[in-house]
C-alpha cells in the first residue's frame, strides 16, 4: 500500500468512519471487477463498446436531445445476470435495447440465445458504433437476424411480435411517456411483453401503467445487484386486460 493509499484511507476514516472506507473499497472492488469483464468482452470480439460518450460532443440536433442520457453501457457481467432468467422466451420474442449505444446488450442477448434483436439509438454517430460492432460480431452468424434503428425512442413502432425491452436509464420523463404509450398499445394488441429495467430512474410511470406487473427477479440476481452493482433494476411483466384475455402466439400464459 502507498502512502498516499494510506493517507487517503486516513482522511476517509476521519470523515466518513469505517462504514464510508468499506463503501469506497466495495466500490472500487465492483469497479475493478467490471472493468476486467468488460474489456475481455470487447478484446474477444475485437469491438469498443467500453469507452463512454457524452451527447454534447456530437453534432446532430434533436427535440429530445436535452432529455437523453449519455452513452455508458450497461458493465457485461450485469447484462449477463439481468437476461438469462429471460432465455427461455429466446425463441419466440424479440429483443429490444432502446437507447442501445454501441450494441454491448445486443451482442450479449445473441450469446445467450436470443435470435432476433433490434437496437433503437438516436444519436447517429453512436448507432454507427453499434452497426459497425453487430457487423463484426454477427458477420458469420447468418441465424441471428440484428436491426439498428436511427430514431428517437418514444416513437418508434415495435415489430408484430413478442418483445422483451432492456432499457438502462437511456432518457428521462418526455421521452419515457412516449415508450410507456406504445408498450401499452402492444399489449393491447395482445402481445405479451417482458421489461427489463436497469436504474430505473423513471419506474413510476411503469408502477401506474395497469397494463404491466412488477416480477421479481431470482435470488442470485438479486444477490449479484446488491454485490456488484451500483443500480436498481426492476423487472415487469404484461398482464391481459379487458380486450386482451389471451396473448397471441404459442406464449399465453404471464
Ligand atoms: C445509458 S446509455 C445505454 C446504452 C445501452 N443500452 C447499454 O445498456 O449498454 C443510453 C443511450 O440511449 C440513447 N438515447 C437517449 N435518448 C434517446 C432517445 N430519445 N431515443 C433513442 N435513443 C436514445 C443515448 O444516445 C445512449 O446511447
Redesign the pocket.
Known amino acids: 500500500m502507498t502512502t498516499m493509499t494510506r493517507t487517503k484511507i486516513a482522511q476517509t476514516l476521519k470523515e466518513d468512519g469505517l462504514s464510508g472506507v468499506a463503501r469506497r473499497v466495495h466500490a472500487g472492488l465492483i469497479f475493478r471487477y467490471h472493468e476486467t469483464f468488460n474489456s475481455r468482452f470487447d478484446t474477444i470480439h475485437a469491438i469498443d463498446t467500453r469507452t463512454s460518450v457524452a451527447?454534447e460532443t456530437l453534432d446532430f440536433e434533436h427535440q429530445?436531445k436535452a432529455h437523453?442520457?449519455?452513452?455508458?453501457?450497461?458493465p457485461i457481467k450485469l447484462v449477463e445476470a439481468l437476461l438469462k432468467p429471460s432465455r427461455a422466451r429466446a425463441s419466440s420474442t424479440t429483443f429490444l435495447?432502446?437507447?442501445?449505444?454501441k450494441g454491448?446488450?445486443l451482442i450479449k442477448a445473441a450469446e445467450l440465445g436470443f435470435d432476433r434483436l433490434i437496437g433503437?439509438?438516436?444519436?447517429g454517430e453512436?448507432a454507427e458504433a453499434a452497426r459497425y460492432n453487430l457487423g463484426q460480431v454477427f458477420r458469420s452468424s447468418p441465424g441471428i437476424s440484428w436491426t439498428i434503428i436511427s430514431q428517437?425512442?418514444?416513437t418508434y413502432s415495435p415489430p408484430e411480435s413478442d418483445l422483451i425491452v432492456?432499457l438502462?436509464?437511456?432518457?428521462t420523463q418526455p421521452?419515457m411517456e412516449g415508450v410507456v404509450n406504445w408498450i401499452e398499445a402492444h399489449i393491447d394488441r395482445g402481445y405479451r411483453v417482458e421489461i427489463i429495467y436497469y436504474n430505473s430512474q423513471c419506474r413510476s410511470l411503469f408502477d401506474d401503467c395497469n397494463r404491466l406487473k412488477v416480477t421479481p427477479f431470482p435470488w442470485l440476481v438479486k444477490l449479484q445487484l446488491r454485490f456488484l452493482s451500483w443500480h436498481a433494476a426492476v423487472k415487469y411483466l404484461s398482464v391481459a386486460g379487458d380486450r386482451n384475455e389471451s396473448y397471441r402466439g404459442t406464449e399465453r400464459q404471464v
Open positions: 451527447l429530445h437523453a442520457i449519455d452513452y455508458e453501457p450497461t435495447d432502446l437507447g442501445c449505444g454491448r446488450v433503437v439509438e438516436f444519436a453512436i428517437d425512442a418514444a432492456f438502462y436509464n437511456p432518457f421521452v
